[in-house]
């Protein structure tokens, strides 16, 4: 049976109410997505994401296939579609979506033609088209700036294009001889930051490479000007601890990481000023851990914003003045149509629509969405305009500009706007798995069954996410200690037990992969966790002493790490992945075999109770296969490492000082990749910390392990 007019005009409204909310949840929470390990918060967006396109082309055919006219229609399809490019901190989901851009350019093709359409049919008034044709170009230039970001994330189109120029010049850079490179005034790094879009750019054969005309020209900031600046904001006064300076550091080695992902090669890996810049520049005095960490850290959240948002095309040609100008536009927009509003009284006969208290329900939703307009817009001027491209653009202009670096007002400003950090490019969680404590665990049947299997994919048995924990610090100044004793040299974790002492059997370091060595590592040392929870009371104070020890949480906390790896992100292990998968799945299979007796009973799944009595039981299990003999098995060869670790290093601090140091290592080792697109997929999940690794790798020149050379 056919609506009525008024049954009709509610769908409408509804319709076009569920978009503005979702586009708005959308725009708003899609800023702390990146830095967000929150599943349901991940499942919202992708949600809104997913369906705002879709629902604004089912409102709009309601409103092409209505049987009467409102005037209001036109005004509604164009609201939802400057909701739809206005996101700016969001404008993929995954990085299918920027290799897709041509689907989304055709779908937005279609809106904007019934877009058209409807503007012409149902605006009675010619006076009242001008305007909303107008809001139409602007819609058309927001949600063009959406298929530019996309199409410059593309690694197979934009990101090799755009590289290019940074490709080349590093190249020509590592090929020209110069001045001894000195790492802690950046000497010698020509590090691109800014600028190559204003400089006159030729191509040189033979190479036909891309050069700047003039070498010297002072529209081109590197990163070595950036320090050498005089002006009062970045000297050793102004910033004394150089984090103005990381800012524009953070963006030049953006840069040069997006190399890897469209495939260019390291030409400055094999150099000693790459490894120097590491190891005697960010890692220069002791405590600089932090600062490394906080430089990778900035330096992937420009990554990130590269791939998943509209930040890349808004300072393509620096500060985004024309977005602050639709700011402003938007802000005097509404305060005009709001008087309007209050008396619109527009409506008669079977479909005029009111609330209880008489208010004209059209007008009333209007009001709404221009509400959520506006909430929108104030909410993304401050995100983009103290984000930190907003601060490199800045700092640049300040380098640049001699005229800027002798007004106190103007830095006083870019002081303002550099310290002021409204969003955390990572949320410094280090997720955890443990098989002794989750080897049991199955994947609800209610959840995954084959009702639900064509649409989510079933976890594996025994894959069981312990709770995330904060990053310690003590963690970062573990790996960084141990980058600055190995030097150049990764190994997974063989040289910290030379340097330690420690005999183990030879089978533990002859394992045949490294799944494997993970594996039985993470168990041995789960076993000396357990080992130590267990011990007798008289030592209680001794124990728990212990358990507070940095060595302790170190070890620990990157054991349970890298088995989360190998658990839940394979891709970013050594190992092919589905090795590393089979393995893993196997390992359960034969901790489920040889724990039985040993897994969570219904009320501790659902109370969690007894946990001391259980890690109790599964310690003295253990304990018991680490007695046995023969046996090749993950879990035999995990409790025989635990068992020999725990009789032959009798002091517990002691042994936990030489697992945090292996863990260490192994930390770094793993590291190394050539899957850049795993790196960028976790990017929008939260990040990882291998992430930051890996970053910090690369620019000390160590790209593999098997290249990785002493110094």
């Not at 939703?365 to 506006?374: F, K, P, Q, R, W």
């Not at 045949?512 to 993470?522: A, E, K, L, N, S």
């Not at 088995?563 to 090795?579: C, E, G, K, N, S």
């Given at each position: 049976?056919?609506?009525?007019?008024?049954?009709?005009?509610?769908?409408?409204?509804?319709?076009?109410?569920?978009?503005?909310?979702?586009?708005?949840?959308?725009?708003?929470?899609?800023s702390?997505?990146?830095?967000?390990?929150?599943?349901?918060?991940?499942?919202?967006?992708?949600?809104?994401?997913?369906l705002?396109?879709?629902?604004?082309?089912?409102?709009?055919?309601?409103?092409?296939?209505?049987?009467?006219?409102?005037?209001?229609?036109?005004?509604?399809?164009?609201?939802?579609?400057?909701?739809?490019?206005?996101?700016?901190?969001?404008?993929?989901?995954?990085?299918?979506?920027?290799?897709?851009?041509?689907?989304?350019?055709l779908?937005?093709?279609?809106?904007?033609?019934?877009?058209?359409?409807?503007?012409?049919?149902?605006?009675?008034?010619?006076?009242?088209?001008?305007?909303?044709?107008?809001?139409?170009?602007?819609s058309?230039?927001?949600?063009?700036?959406?298929?530019?970001?996309?199409?410059?994330?593309?690694?197979?189109?934009?990101?090799?294009?755009?590289?290019?120029?940074?490709?080349?010049?590093?190249?020509?850079?590592?090929?020209r001889?110069?001045?001894?490179?000195?790492?802690?005034?950046?000497?010698?790094?020509?590090?691109?930051?800014?600028?190559?879009?204003?400089?006159?750019?030729?191509?040189?054969?033979?190479?036909?490479?891309?050069?700047?005309?003039?070498?010297?020209?002072?529209?081109?900031?590197?990163?070595?000007?950036?320090?050498?600046?005089?002006?009062?904001?970045?000297?050793?006064?102004?910033?004394?601890?150089?984090?103005?300076?990381?800012?524009?550091?953070?963006?030049?080695?953006?840069?040069?990481?997006?190399?890897?992902f469209?495939?260019?090669?390291?030409?400055?890996?094999s150099?000693?000023?790459?490894?120097?810049?590491?190891?005697?520049?960010?890692?220069?005095?002791?405590?600089?851990h932090?600062?490394?960490?906080?430089?990778?850290?900035?330096?992937?959240?420009?990554?990130?914003?590269?791939?998943?948002?509209?930040?890349?095309?808004?300072?393509?040609?620096?500060?985004?003045?024309?977005?602050?100008f639709?700011?402003?536009?938007?802000?005097?927009?509404?305060?005009?149509?709001?008087?309007?509003?209050?008396?619109?009284?527009?409506?008669?006969?079977?479909?005029?629509?009111?609330?209880?208290?008489?208010?004209?329900?059209?007008?009333?939703?209007?009001?709404?969405?221009?509400?959520?307009?506006?909430?929108?817009?104030?909410?993304?001027?401050?995100?983009?305009?103290?984000?930190?491209?907003?601060?490199?653009?800045?700092?640049?202009?300040?380098?640049?500009?001699?005229?800027?670096?002798?007004?106190?007002c103007?830095?006083?400003?870019?002081?303002?706007?550099?310290?002021?950090?409204?969003?955390?490019?990572?949320?410094?969680?280090?997720?955890?798995?443990s098989?002794?404590?989750?080897?049991s665990?199955?994947?609800?049947?209610?959840?995954?069954?084959?009702?639900?299997?064509?649409y989510?994919?079933?976890?594996?048995?025994g894959?069981?996410?312990s709770?995330?924990?904060?990053?310690?610090?003590?963690?970062?100044?573990?790996?960084?200690?141990?980058?600055?004793?190995?030097?150049?040299?990764?190994?997974?974790?063989?040289?910290?037990?030379?340097?330690?002492?420690?005999?183990?059997?030879?089978?533990?370091?002859?394992?045949?992969?490294?799944?494997?060595?993970?594996?039985?590592?993470?168990?041995?040392?789960?076993?000396?966790?357990?080992?130590?929870?267990?011990?007798?009371?008289?030592?209680?104070?001794?124990?728990?002493?212990?358990?507070?020890?940095?060595?302790?949480?170190?070890?620990?906390?990157?054991?349970?790490?890298?088995?989360?790896?190998?658990?839940?992100?394979?891709?970013?292990?050594?190992?092919?992945?589905?090795?590393?998968?089979?393995?893993?799945?196997?390992?359960?299979?034969?901790?489920r075999?040889?724990?039985?007796?040993?897994?969570?009973?219904?009320?501790?799944?659902?109370?969690?109770?007894?946990?001391?009595?259980?890690?109790?039981?599964?310690?003295?299990?253990?304990?018991?296969?680490?007695?046995?003999?023969?046996?090749?098995?993950?879990?035999?060869?995990?409790?025989?490492?635990?068992?020999?670790?725990?009789?032959?290093?009798?002091?517990?601090?002691?042994?936990?000082?030489?697992?945090?140091?292996?863990?260490?290592e192994?930390?770094?080792?793993?590291?190394?990749?050539?899957?850049?697109?795993?790196?960028?997929?976790?990017?929008?999940?939260?990040?990882?910390?291998?992430?930051?690794?890996?970053?910090?790798?690369?620019?000390?020149?160590?790209?593999?392990?098997?290249?990785?050379?002493?110094?």
């Amino acid at each position: 049976m056919a609506c009525s007019r008024p049954e009709m005009l509610l769908y409408v409204e509804l319709y076009v109410l569920l978009t503005t909310l979702l586009i708005a949840f959308l725009t708003v929470f899609g800023s702390w997505r990146r830095r967000s390990h929150s599943l349901k918060l991940r499942y919202s967006i992708w949600a809104s994401y997913l369906l705002s396109t879709y629902l604004i082309n089912y409102t709009m055919g309601l409103m092409k296939t209505a049987t009467f006219r409102h005037d209001l229609f036109s005004v509604w399809a164009v609201f939802l579609i400057i909701f739809l490019g206005s996101a700016d901190c969001i404008s993929a989901y995954s990085l299918e979506d920027c290799e897709n851009r041509k689907r989304y350019n055709l779908e937005v093709f279609v809106m904007y033609f019934w877009l058209g359409w409807l503007i012409g049919v149902h605006t009675q008034k010619f006076e009242h088209m001008i305007p909303l044709y107008l809001l139409y170009f602007l819609s058309l230039r927001r949600t063009g700036c959406r298929a530019k970001a996309l199409e410059l994330a593309s690694k197979s189109y934009g990101l090799v294009r755009n590289t290019k120029l940074v490709a080349d010049f590093m190249e020509d850079e590592s090929n020209r001889e110069g001045d001894e490179a000195d790492p802690t005034c950046m000497r010698g790094y020509k590090y691109l930051v800014k600028g190559e879009k204003k400089a006159k750019v030729k191509v040189q054969a033979p190479h036909y490479h891309m050069q700047f005309e003039t070498t010297e020209d002072p529209k081109v900031i590197t990163i070595d000007m950036i320090w050498q600046c005089k002006g009062r904001l970045l000297s050793s006064t102004g910033d004394p601890d150089g984090r103005l300076k990381d800012i524009c550091l953070s963006y030049a080695l953006y840069r040069l990481l997006c190399r890897r992902f469209a495939k260019y090669s390291f030409p400055e890996s094999s150099q000693l000023k790459t490894w120097n810049f590491v190891r005697y520049g960010l890692l220069s005095k002791e405590g600089d851990h932090e600062r490394a960490f906080r430089v990778i850290e900035m330096e992937l959240g420009f990554l990130y914003d590269l791939f998943y948002t509209k930040y890349p095309v808004l300072f393509a040609k620096g500060l985004p003045l024309l977005r602050n100008f639709e700011f402003i536009i938007v802000i005097f927009g509404c305060w005009v149509v709001v008087p309007t509003l209050i008396h619109y009284q527009e409506g008669t006969g079977d479909w005029y629509l009111a609330t209880s208290s008489g208010r004209n329900l059209d007008a009333l939703l209007t009001g709404v969405v221009l509400l959520a307009i506006l909430f929108m817009e104030i909410v993304q001027f401050f995100v983009v305009n103290f984000s930190d491209w907003a601060k490199v653009q800045w700092l640049c202009y300040y380098v640049e500009k001699s005229s800027l670096q002798k007004n106190k007002c103007m830095e006083m400003i870019i002081r303002v706007i550099c310290h002021r950090k409204l969003l955390k490019p990572w949320d410094r969680k280090l997720s955890q798995y443990s098989l002794l404590e989750s080897f049991s665990h199955n994947p609800s049947v209610l959840l995954y069954n084959c009702c639900t299997s064509p649409y989510i994919d079933k976890p594996r048995n025994g894959l069981k996410l312990s709770a995330h924990v904060t990053l310690p610090t003590g963690v970062k100044k573990a790996i960084i200690h141990s980058l600055k004793t190995n030097g150049r040299t990764l190994t997974n974790g063989v040289a910290s037990l030379q340097r330690n002492g420690v005999n183990v059997p030879s089978w533990a370091s002859q394992l045949p992969t490294q799944t494997h060595v993970i594996m039985v590592w993470h168990i041995a040392t789960s076993l000396c966790e357990l080992n130590l929870s267990s011990q007798v009371i008289v030592t209680g104070e001794q124990v728990n002493h212990q358990r507070e020890s940095e060595d302790f949480i170190v070890a620990t906390k990157l054991s349970k790490y890298c088995a989360y790896l190998v658990a839940f992100a394979p891709r970013l292990t050594p190992d092919h992945p589905y090795i590393t998968e089979f393995i893993f799945d196997h390992v359960v299979v034969e901790a489920r075999e040889k724990l039985k007796g040993c897994e969570k009973s219904i009320c501790q799944k659902m109370f969690n109770l007894c946990k001391d009595g259980r890690k109790k039981r599964i310690s003295e299990k253990m304990l018991t296969i680490g007695q046995e003999g023969g046996d090749q098995e993950i879990l035999v060869k995990g409790a025989k490492l635990g068992k020999h670790l725990i009789e032959t290093i009798k002091e517990n601090g002691q042994r936990w000082k030489i697992l945090a140091e292996f863990w260490a290592e192994m930390m770094l080792f793993v590291a190394p990749s050539d899957d850049e697109t795993a790196h960028a997929e976790h990017l929008a999940m939260g990040g990882e910390f291998v992430t930051h690794l890996w970053a910090l790798l690369s620019h000390a020149g160590i790209l593999k392990r098997d290249s990785a050379q002493d110094v």
